[in-house]
């Protein structure tokens, strides 16, 4: 999953594309045991921590595979949202393991800064070296759906990432062959595992705040109120809920006070406001509660949040 916020929504992946997915899944997790094997081996910790970028490349493309094939998945009756929240799930557990070994890596890389061992630079020019190749390859593989999926792209910036940490471990395996700079591998480890803990860091925020039901950071509720209040014959609007459910989906409900209209004019102001949030605001999903009596008037039993939203007025519930 991409870090940045983004309001279109992921088109499912073709059975041309899957395949592509499921070829670059297998390429890279080949490399990833070879990364993991050739840097034991080697002694290096630099490609150590190149395999464990290259394994996270792996679960993310994972991910997106098994998000693709399950979120096509109806609504059910035990899950009434469906399913797309597999890839928020699947991304989250991804991102605390790897910054659990990212983390792991950076001690080890101190220590061995302090007490710098041989490596064998042959073998981690060799595996380094098939290593980029086959990045080189996976690129090639998904640059065409990288074009049109917003999932596919975010996989494809990483392996592009995972790549030049390749290039540095192969700058450091040559200048280890040539100049015996053992201390070059702890320092690329280290280099390496802190670009995947600050990466994973900002994407595991996002994750939590869509499972958190935060509100998308590039939608302004009070906008969004004030447009609702410009139409004719709406005279507030209140118990504003706004919510992503993927990252590149937003839900909102909300009770709208309306004048002494008609039945028929109700639903025309209804049909208004839902095509202000579709086309102003890209809110495809919007639940909206009519009211003709206000919320603090006794006889209005429809606001059931009343109390609560009393309480929490002062922290910017409308």
């Known amino acids: 999953m991409s870090h940045h916020h983004h309001s279109h929504h992921h088109p499912h992946p073709t059975e041309t594309s899957e395949t592509r997915l499921i070829w670059s899944i297998l ?58 929240r597999a890839e928020i799930i699947g991304a989250f557990a991804n991102l605390i393991v790897l910054i659990l070994i990212a983390g792991w890596l950076i ?6 800064f302090l007490n710098p ?14 290593g980029l190749l086959a990045n ?13 999926s917003l999932n596919i792209r975010s996989a ?14 192969i700058v450091g395996g040559l200048l280890i062959w040539r100049f015996d700079w053992f201390i070059v591998d702890p320092i690329l480890c280290a280099v ?38 410009s139409i004719d014959g709406v005279s507030d609007m209140h118990h504003i809920h706004l919510w992503r459910r993927t990252e590149s989906m937003t839900a909102m409900e909300a009770h709208v006070l309306v004048q002494s209209v008609s039945i028929e004019r109700m639903e025309d102001i209804k049909r208004e406001i839902k095509s202000v949030l579709l086309t102003k605001y890209n809110l495809a999903h919007s639940t909206l509660e009519m009211e003709f ?26």
């Not at 080189?136 to 049109?148: E, G, K």
């Not at 860091?201 to 906008?223: A, F, Q, R, Y």
């Open 27 to 84: 390429l890279n997790l080949i490399i990833t045991v070879a990364e993991i094997i050739g840097g034991i081996v080697s002694g290096s910790l630099a490609l150590l921590s190149d395999a464990v970028h290259n394994l996270s490349d792996t679960a993310s493309l994972g991910v997106s595979l098994f998000a693709a094939k399950i979120s096509k998945r109806s609504a059910d009756a035990d899950k009434t949202f469906g399913y797309h």
């Open 107 to 112: 001690v080890e890389s101190v220590q061995r």
């Open 117 to 130: 061992s041989p490596v064998d630079a042959p073998v981690m020019l060799g595996v380094a070296s098939i």
């Open 136 to 148: 080189i390859l996976t690129a090639a593989l998904l640059w065409r759906d990288s074009q049109h």
């Open 156 to 169: 494809y910036l990483h392996i592009v990432t995972d790549a030049l940490s390749s290039v540095g471990v």
């Open 192 to 229: 390496i595992s802190a670009y995947i803990l600050y990466h994973s860091g900002l994407m595991l925020t996002e994750t939590v705040n869509i499972l958190m039901d935060s509100s998308p950071d590039d939608v302004d509720i009070e906008m969004i109120r004030q447009d609702v209040i």
């Open 293 to 318: 009596t206000p919320c603090d008037e006794p006889e209005n039993d429809d606001c059931y949040e009343k109390d609560t939203t009393e309480r929490m007025s002062e922290g910017g519930e409308f």
